[in-house]
């Protein structure tokens, strides 16, 4: 069964820079696209961005582009979300996920998630 286990959230203040990491177990990781998403409070499921197998193909939703950036090292079965200029309307529980189809960004195409965690952006 394929885990995912993520780290990295936390309190900071607006402008300020994060990294969200999640590590993916119990299948090949290299098979997968990846994905990262948000939940406000009192909103829905929102995609933030996503990447290819080899993570040279990246994409993200208009939110957080110029932003967030995606990537991932297969060698360590690790996807990341760079998190940089936030911002208080950032303020969510992120999720990672994996998918088994390309530029995949509605939430139904994603089999396998994180646990979420929380960021709190202050201004």
């Known amino acids: 069964q394929i885990q995912l286990v993520q780290s990295g959230g936390g309190l900071v203040q607006a402008g300020d820079s994060l990294r969200l990491s999640c590590q993916f177990s119990g299948r090949t990781f290299s098979w997968y696209y990846m994905g990262w998403f948000r939940r406000a409070h009192g909103k829905e499921r929102e995609f933030i961005a996503g990447?290819?197998?080899?993570?040279?193909?990246?994409y993200s939703g208009d939110s957080v582009k110029g932003r967030f950036t995606i990537s991932r090292d297969n060698a360590k079965n690790m996807v990341y979300l760079q998190m940089n200029s936030l911002k208080p309307e950032d303020t969510a529980v992120y999720y990672c996920?994996?998918?088994?189809?390309?530029?995949?960004?509605?939430?139904?195409?994603?089999?396998?998630w994180g646990q979420g965690t929380q960021v709190t952006v202050s201004s």
């Open positions: 990447i290819g197998r080899s993570g040279l193909s990246t």
């Open positions: 996920a994996a998918a088994n189809r390309g530029r995949a960004s509605a939430p139904n195409e994603y089999a396998d």
